[in-house]
């Protein structure tokens, strides 16, 4: 004789004929409960955006969510499975907001990943936002001139750090023709090599009047001839940020921005949800919802304002895309 079923909600008997019908064997539970606990869980999800809209559930917002589920006797890990997507939507809008002054700082990059792990988000989803995340974190501490060592594959002098070594393909602008030079690009404490099989060159910080991040590269703009113009890189943001400081501290410019410099470039936070709403988690451009990024429609520099009207959301590739054009 087979074995008794009970529903593990209500501890009800359930017959092993008809009223089988509509039992979860993935849940233990009968029909009843659950059609009870999936009206449980839409409450809780209602609640949980609530909790989202302005950008930050507070501990207390926490304690009540949940405590919805407990008093049900469910457990959280099954609730926040069933908000998932949101879940999803609600880390990647957190890293959005904390990238929006172009940094992330340690504490910020602690928080998302403490957000991941509140909400029960499972790594496989997850790291794609949390990849970006410590990346932006590790483009950031460059920014903030903690500069990362790296062993080069070619020998320098003994005063020489190397901080940076990556493959480059130079773009060669002849009379007809842009010729690929594949070669690598080395960054070190003193200046820049240009490895290529046929030699390469070498670029003083002192001749470089411009660095500027592209989609698929970096472009320097040098006060002399060689070596001028774009290099393709896999990584053009961290690229651009280590030849970009490497170039300050050689000015000995100040690394880190003023505080009114900061202010004015500061995005008031109930902009940022407005913008958020408003452009309902997508890129403006092409509908993309992750690598997002807030923009100003009139840049800064032209007196653009922090104004809801003024800023939009555009991914990574799209903003990038408009800011090459500006
Ligand atoms: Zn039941
Ligand atoms: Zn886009």
Redesign the pocket.
Known sequence: MAAKVT?Q??G?EIGLFGSLVGFNRQTG??S??ETQVRAIFTRFRQAFLAACADGLITPDEWGHLAGMIAQENLQLDEALAFVRGDALAFLERSLTIAYADGMITADEARDIQRLQKTLHIPDAMADPIIGRASHLRRVSAIREGKLPTTQPSVHLDTDEICHLETTATYRKVMAKAVVPVAGRLIATSKQLHFVSPDGGWVIKFKSIMRVEQEVTGVYLELSTKRGNGKYVVPDPLFTEAMITTLVRIDRRQVLTVSDEEAASRHIPHPVKIAVWQRDQGKCVQCSATSYLEYDHIIPHSKGGANTVGNVQLLCRKCNLAKSNLI
Request: overall charge positive.
């Open positions: 529903c909600h209500c009800k539970r009968c009843a409960c």
